[in-house]
């Protein structure tokens, strides 16, 4: 499955964005998906994830303020990204994990998308 993400951008402390992630290929439907995100030097960490069937997951920092979703019949994946912190500033990625259930390590997940860059300034 082909990944491409979008809605990154620049904002203030408290603000919202929504990310997308349009899929292609069949096998999106069958597939857990997650959001990762990275600054420089540090190690890509999950963000959130969910399940083919809509289960969800997320990192104990954005629990309460970022949602993931799916939409199976538009091929696509959200995150909803509300009291967004100076810290939550990072590249995003989204990715297709090689199983249905909610997938939690790196190495689960075998497409990529490019990322998309979140600023949040104080």
């Known amino acids: 499955v082909q990944l491409q993400a979008s809605g990154g951008g620049s904002v203030q402390a408290g603000g919202s964005l929504r990310l997308s992630c349009a899929a292609s290929?069949?096998?999106?439907?069958?597939?857990?998906m997650g959001w990762f995100r990275q600054v420089p030097g540090k190690e890509r960490e999950l963000v959130a994830a969910?399940?083919?069937?809509?289960?969800?997951d997320y990192a104990d920092s954005v629990k309460g303020r970022f949602t993931i979703s799916r939409d199976n019949a538009k091929n696509t994946v959200y995150l909803q990204m509300t009291m967004l912190k100076p810290e939550d500033t990072a590249v995003y990625y989204c990715?297709?994990?090689?199983?249905?259930?909610?997938?939690?390590?790196?190495?689960?997940?075998?497409?990529w998308g490019q990322g998309t860059l979140v600023t949040v300034s104080s």
């Open positions: 990715a297709a994990s090689r199983w249905s259930s909610v997938s939690l390590y790196y190495y689960e997940y075998d497409s």
């Open positions: 290929g069949r096998t999106f439907n069958g597939r857990a």
């Open positions: 969910i399940s083919s069937g809509g289960s969800t």
